[in-house]
């Protein structure tokens, strides 16, 4: 039985994005100097986790923060409810979002530049 093998151009991009994903943080307490963001499923809304108002325990695994929180967010007097689509990490001009596995995954999404938008003439 002939197993397939793996290319070595991929494997050498999966060994560079370990390697990239080596040393982000995996509790609460590794998140110094770091931006920890949750984005509602729900509403959309983006919330600073850390360094934030909320105490977490420091021992606490940010792949659990997935399960834990609710958007608090309020709307026409309701609160959302909605569970985080995903945790993002911003570190040294570096964007990655945690997967449900507990895995950083590179993020290289551009964010949007303030000439990006232009005013339109009236219809």
């Given at each position: 039985?002939?197993?397939?093998?793996?290319s070595?151009a991929?494997?050498?991009k999966?060994?560079?994005?370990?390697?990239?994903?080596?040393?982000?943080?995996?509790?609460?307490?590794?998140?110094?100097g770091?931006?920890l963001i949750?984005?509602?499923?729900?509403?959309?809304?983006?919330?600073q986790?850390?360094?934030?108002h909320a105490?977490?325990d420091?021992?606490?695994?940010?792949?659990?923060l997935?399960?834990?929180?609710?958007?608090?967010?309020r709307?026409?007097?309701r609160?959302?409810g909605g569970?985080?689509?995903?945790?993002?990490?911003?570190?040294?001009?570096?964007?990655?979002?945690?997967?449900?596995?507990?895995e950083?995954v590179?993020?290289?999404?551009?964010?949007?530049?303030?000439?990006?938008?232009?005013?339109?003439?009236?219809?």
């Amino acid at each position: 039985m002939v197993r397939p093998t793996r290319s070595k151009a991929l494997l050498a991009k999966s060994t560079q994005l370990k390697a990239l994903g080596a040393g982000l943080p995996t509790r609460i307490a590794d998140l110094e100097g770091c931006e920890l963001i949750a984005h509602c499923e729900c509403c959309g809304r983006h919330f600073q986790l850390y360094p934030g108002h909320a105490d977490f325990d420091s021992r606490m695994k940010l792949v659990s923060l997935l399960d834990r929180l609710a958007c608090g967010a309020r709307r026409s007097g309701r609160a959302c409810g909605g569970l985080p689509r995903r945790l993002m990490l911003l570190r040294d001009d570096q964007q990655w979002q945690l997967d449900a596995s507990g895995e950083w995954v590179a993020d290289d999404s551009a964010f949007w530049e303030p000439g990006d938008f232009e005013a339109r003439a009236a219809l």
